[in-house]
């Protein structure tokens, strides 16, 4: 949840989300890679972020 929080909180933004969880930014496509996996979601696709996003505000809000 860190990574996809980070992905998010910085627009998609892979180079500053690696730099605030201070991770190599193939260490965050790796984990973008699993969270691809466990959801189905293409995040290198529209639709498939602004799912993530959805998803990330609505786990924050409970």
């Given at each position: 949840m860190e990574t996809a929080r980070s992905f998010v909180r910085h627009?998609?933004?892979?180079s500053r989300a690696s730099g605030e969880l201070r991770i190599h930014r193939n260490t965050l496509d790796y984990r973008l890679g699993k969270i691809t996996k466990l959801t189905g979601l293409d995040l290198t696709h529209p639709d498939g972020v602004r799912?993530?996003?959805?998803a990330v505000t609505a786990r924050a809000l409970l």
């Open positions: 627009g998609h933004n892979r799912l993530l996003d959805a």
